[in-house]
């Protein structure tokens, strides 16, 4: 089964607690960081030596790698590039791209390897400093995890407004906008693969034992944010084009409801400590509330079409609903800011945000007026209609594990040959 260490966040460590995180659109979670491993003592008598080289270079790398990418993640507007063009976060999920085919060898063809090793991570969004687990499966659950966050670095990276010296308003381009969609999914995917291929592999009594940052509702919590803030991004775009229908807006507006509802469900049963954990918990009550203002904004504009007073009701009763979620939303994401690790108050408003703060108090407040004079009497606000239920478009990418690296065959055939 594999044995567990799990250290108290008092004791000695070197978990990262910065007191600012920056501007940012995407919450990304604590990075959980490698400790180092001498896989030469607790295997090496198993594996050839140049098997013991290939896994050690490959997570000492990591081990390096991650613990300088950290910081540089928590500051949104940080994204180093390295000689060859790229991307810190880019070459670090190369790395773990790499490592995973190898790895996974220690599972393969029935190799009696798979708790003979001590994996040992910095815990971010748990109580433990750290949790070190013998099982091979609670690395692969750790990569895939920390796989995800990059990409929602990525995305970070690409959405945070950057500012200008001419004095016109930031815009992110819809280049930028449309990769992140992808990117998105592919964190979803990566945290997908996690739930359905990963962590049945662990046995139920360390399954229990994991840290939070690894619970199987905090990864389902992260998976429904990347799709949320995916569906976000195509909300946005489709206000800008002349071409979408009010239809098409609420059916998306409508779907961003039920990402985040799924969210904040998932989340809202965790032990999550104060720190990364409650402004986790805060992001996506922040993206929550925004997302009802929006669907039912545009789903007051639809009721509104209609010719009877009893849609204009609706319709004025939808307004003021999403006016209310706007106000609520606001008060979130001042909460979710000024919680520790502190982040600046949201970068200028563009996409749908800028759109919809300005279009909901104006034509909230139309509607009523109109309402009192078309009908003559105190305009009564109704409870606000139900929202239209429309299926989840938006499927994480269908990412599964890789094979077992080729070192690993080439291994068996050599050991046969020695027989």
């Not at 993640?73 to 190369?94: F, I, M, P, V, Y």
């Not at 969609?181 to 945290?191: E, H, N, P, R």
Request: net charge neutral; charged share 25%.
């Amino acid at each position: 089964m594999g044995c567990l260490v799990s250290t108290p966040s008092d004791a000695s460590g070197h978990r990262r607690r910065p007191g600012s995180i920056g501007e940012l659109v995407v919450y990304i979670p604590g990075f959980r960081i490698p400790k180092g491993i001498d896989f030469n003592q607790s295997i090496g008598e198993s594996l050839p030596k140049n098997l013991i080289d290939r896994i050690s270079a490959l997570h000492t790398r990591i081990v390096v790698m991650a613990a300088q990418e950290s910081p540089v993640a928590s500051k949104s507007r940080r994204r180093t590039a390295t000689r060859h063009g790229g991307s810190s976060s880019d070459d670090l999920l190369q790395a773990l791209e790499e490592y995973l085919p190898v790895l996974l060898g220690l599972v393969e063809d029935g190799r009696q390897l798979r708790d003979k090793v001590n994996f040992v991570w910095l815990n971010q969004e748990d109580d433990a400093e750290e949790t070190g687990m013998a099982n091979v499966w609670y690395e692969v659950l750790s990569v895939l995890h920390l796989m995800a966050l990059l990409c929602l670095s990525q995305a970070n990276a690409l959405l945070v407004p950057k500012s200008h010296g001419d004095g016109y308003q930031p815009k992110i381009s819809e280049e930028s906008r449309r990769n992140s969609v992808d990117i998105f999914l592919k964190a979803s995917g990566y945290l997908d693969c996690a739930i359905r291929q990963v962590l049945p592999q662990i046995g139920n009594d360390m399954w229990r034992e994991l840290p939070v940052d690894l619970a199987e509702g905090n990864l389902r919590a992260i998976s429904l944010q990347a799709l949320g803030q995916a569906v976000d991004l195509q909300l946005g775009m489709a206000i800008d084009s002349p071409k979408a229908t009010l239809a098409v807006k609420r059916r998306l507006a409508c779907e961003m409801v039920k990402y985040w509802q799924q969210a904040q469900d998932n989340i809202a049963v965790l032990p999550l400590q104060d720190g990364w954990g409650k402004k986790h918990q805060l992001f996506i009550k922040w993206k929550f509330l925004e997302s009802k203002a929006a669907a039912y904004y545009f789903h007051g504009l639809i009721l509104d079409e209609g010719n009877t007073e009893k849609s204009h009701r609706a319709a004025a009763a939808a307004l003021h609903a999403s006016e209310e979620f706007l106000r609520e939303s606001k008060k979130a994401s001042d909460a979710f800011n000024s919680t520790s690790p502190t982040s600046s108050r949201s970068p200028a408003l563009w996409g749908s945000m800028k759109y919809l703060s300005e279009k909901i108090p104006k034509d909230a407040s139309s509607k009523v007026r109109i309402n009192r004079d078309l009908y003559s009497q105190e305009s009564v606000i109704d409870t606000a209609p139900v929202l239209p239920d429309f299926p989840l478009a938006l499927k994480p990418d269908d990412y599964q594990l890789p094979q077992a690296d080729l070192s690993w065959k080439r291994d068996n055939k050599q050991q046969q040959e020695n027989l």
